[in-house]
């Protein structure tokens, strides 16, 4: 007699409204029964950016827990799993399809979703709070990322962190965003033995908000289509620099992931002036695969 046990899980693509861009993510609905190290084996076989796995809360005011992994690790927080496992959750029933606002408990800590219901739902996130971490040198980050330091804007590249520590390094143009790479060599230029995993996030300016792409080697992602979890800390860093407007109520857009064929709109809100009051980051998700696993 068998003991295996199967568990169903859904495939969407999360920051788009069309079904094969934007950053796919896989969310088991149902995780109860699926240990710690059975996830990470998943999100291995699966080998998207992240899998999302949805159990019971801990917390009273939190309607589920979710758990997040890459294809290498855990991670606290993170923007696309949580906006797509938001959708999930209201498109099965889980959370009252009518729900206007909800929270999500995760490593970091509760994170309050706000949905604004309309042909499909736009499902914002607010950023948990961002801490600020120490400054690059231009030269050196230019190098890393096979560029000439002209390539770089003046102000010094950054860590900061809303869970996932996040170096935000601007560019002087959408060619120089789409030129930067990030080999291990590059890597290893860039980090320190005393930094934690870096997610290396590269943007210029735009008229819209921000054209950007995110490497994440040590994540085991080469290159993000969509980083909820940095939108909010570039926005932060885009506002300390003048690089975008400061004021309550400023809405924008980040367009990431266009040069891999998956491009994603992360929106950005900012409430208070700097985002005193907290920064949103949102985006629609368009469904595309369902499939069940058996262990």
């Excluded at 109860?32 to 019971?56: D, W, Y």
């Excluded at 950054?158 to 930067?180: C, E, F, H, W, Y």
């Excluded at 809405?251 to 992360?266: A, P, W, Y």
Aim: charged fraction near 20%; aromatic fraction near 8%; hydrophobic fraction near 40%.
């Amino acid at each position: 007699m068998s003991d295996s046990r199967s568990w169903r899980y859904r495939v969407v693509d999360v920051f788009t409204e069309e079904a094969l861009q934007g950053n796919a993510l896989a969310v088991f609905p149902d995780a109860v029964g699926i240990n710690e190290a059975a996830m990470q084996k998943i999100a291995r076989e699966l080998n998207l950016s992240e899998t999302v796995f949805v159990l019971p809360p801990t917390r009273t005011d939190c309607v589920v827990s979710l758990r997040i992994f890459t294809p290498t690790r855990e991670l606290p927080f993170a923007g696309h799993p949580t906006v797509g496992a938001s959708f999930v959750l209201l498109d099965l029933g889980l959370v009252e399809a009518t729900a206007e606002r909800f929270v999500l408990e995760e490593g970091v800590g509760p994170v309050p979703i706000r949905i604004v219901h309309g042909d499909r739902p736009l499902i914002w996130l607010r950023t948990p709070p961002i801490a600020a971490g120490r400054t690059f040198d231009r030269n050196v980050c230019a190098r890393a990322l096979g560029l000439d330091a002209a390539d770089l804007l003046e102000p010094a590249p950054q860590m900061l962190s809303a869970g996932n520590p996040t170096l935000l390094i601007p560019l002087r143009d959408k060619r120089a965003v789409d030129r930067a790479r990030l080999d291990t060599g590059g890597y290893s230029l860039i980090k320190q033995d005393s930094d934690p995993a870096l997610c290396v996030f590269v943007f210029t300016p735009t008229a819209e908000g921000a054209y950007s792409r995110m490497f994440a080697p040590e994540y085991g992602v080469q290159e993000d289509p969509a980083t909820g979890s940095s939108t909010g800390p570039l926005a932060a860093y885009m506002m300390k620099h003048d690089l975008v407007s400061a004021k309550h109520g400023t809405r924008f857009f980040s367009e990431q992931g266009t040069l891999m064929g998956r491009r994603s709109i992360l929106y950005v809100e900012i409430h208070g002036d700097h985002g005193a009051e907290g920064i949103d980051v949102g985006g629609y998700v368009s469904p595309f695969a369902e499939g069940t696993i058996t262990l």
